[in-house]
C-alpha cells in the first residue's frame, strides 16, 4: 500500500519505519522530503502526525474520499483543548473516511517491533464510520504485530481523545498510567 505520512516528527518516522518493515511504500512530508500536497496525493492511505494545533492547517479536500488516520491529540498540559474531537473536525474539513488510531501509545511503543507486553500483543482502538477505511486501519495496525479493537463510530474518538488526555496527565505528575489497567 503507498502510505503518505503528513508530518516528519518521531510518530511518522516510528509508524512510517514500521510500515516500511511491513512492505508499504511510505512517503513523509517534511523539511527534506515531499510537501503535504505531494504526501496526500501519494497515499492511499495518509497518516496525519502533526501537532493537533496545525492539524486543520495541513490538510485540505484533496483527501476527500481517502482514509485519514488521525493520532493528534488536541491536549495542552494534560488537557483537552477542544471541545468537539479532532476526527471529527478534519472529516467535516476535507471529506476523508478519518479513522481516529495510534494516538494513545508513545512514540516509543511504536518503534518496536512489535509492540508486545507480557506476551500479549497491543490493542489498537480504531474510530471511525466508513467500513473501508477501518478495514485499511486494521490491516495497517496488524502489520506492526499488533491487534485492532472496533471502538465505534467517529464520534467516540472524544473518547480516545479523553482518554489520552487523561493518561498523559497522570504521566505529567510521574504517574504509571499503565497500572489503572492492568491485565485480568
Not at 151 to 180: H, P, V, Y
Given at each position: 500500500?503507498?502510505?503518505?505520512?503528513?508530518?516528519?516528527?518521531?510518530?511518522?518516522?516510528?509508524?512510517?519505519?514500521?510500515?516500511?518493515?511491513?512492505?508499504?511504500?511510505?512517503?513523509?512530508?517534511?523539511?527534506?522530503?515531499?510537501?503535504?500536497?505531494?504526501?496526500?496525493?501519494?497515499?492511499?492511505?495518509?497518516?496525519?502526525?502533526?501537532?493537533?494545533?496545525?492539524?486543520?492547517?495541513?490538510?485540505?479536500?484533496?483527501?476527500?474520499?481517502?482514509?485519514?488516520?488521525?493520532?493528534?491529540?488536541?491536549?495542552?498540559?494534560?488537557?483537552?483543548?477542544?471541545?468537539?474531537?479532532?476526527?471529527?473536525?478534519?472529516?467535516?474539513?476535507?471529506?476523508?473516511?478519518?479513522?481516529?488510531?495510534?494516538?494513545?501509545?508513545?512514540?516509543?511503543?511504536?518503534?518496536?517491533?512489535?509492540?508486545?507486553?507480557?506476551g500479549r500483543p497491543l490493542a489498537v482502538p480504531l474510530c471511525g464510520d466508513d467500513e473501508a477505511a477501518l478495514s485499511v486501519v486494521r490491516r495497517l495496525v496488524e502489520d506492526l504485530g499488533?491487534?485492532?479493537?472496533?471502538?465505534?463510530?467517529?464520534?467516540?474518538?472524544?473518547?480516545?481523545?479523553?482518554?489520552?488526555?487523561?493518561?498523559?496527565?497522570?504521566?505529567?505528575?510521574?504517574?504509571?498510567?499503565?497500572?489503572?489497567?492492568?491485565?485480568?
Open positions: 500500500m503507498r502510505i503518505g505520512i503528513l508530518g516528519a516528527g518521531g510518530m511518522a518516522d516510528a509508524l512510517g519505519t514500521q510500515w516500511t518493515r511491513a512492505g508499504h511504500q511510505v512517503m513523509t512530508s517534511g523539511r527534506s522530503s515531499g510537501s503535504f500536497g505531494q504526501a496526500m496525493a501519494y497515499g492511499e492511505a495518509v497518516l496525519l502526525a502533526v501537532p493537533a494545533h496545525a492539524a486543520l492547517g495541513v490538510v485540505d479536500e484533496s483527501l476527500r474520499g481517502k482514509v485519514l488516520i488521525d493520532c493528534t491529540n488536541p491536549i495542552e498540559d494534560g488537557e483537552l483543548t477542544a471541545d468537539h474531537p479532532m476526527a471529527e473536525r478534519l472529516a467535516a474539513a476535507t471529506g476523508a473516511h478519518v479513522v481516529k488510531a495510534f494516538n494513545l501509545c508513545h512514540v516509543d511503543v511504536w518503534r518496536m517491533t512489535p509492540p508486545v507486553f507480557g499488533c491487534t485492532p479493537y472496533d471502538g465505534g463510530g467517529l464520534a467516540r474518538a472524544a473518547l480516545l481523545e479523553a482518554t489520552a488526555a487523561f493518561m498523559i496527565g497522570l504521566w505529567f505528575k510521574g504517574l504509571d498510567a499503565q497500572a489503572i489497567a492492568p491485565p485480568l
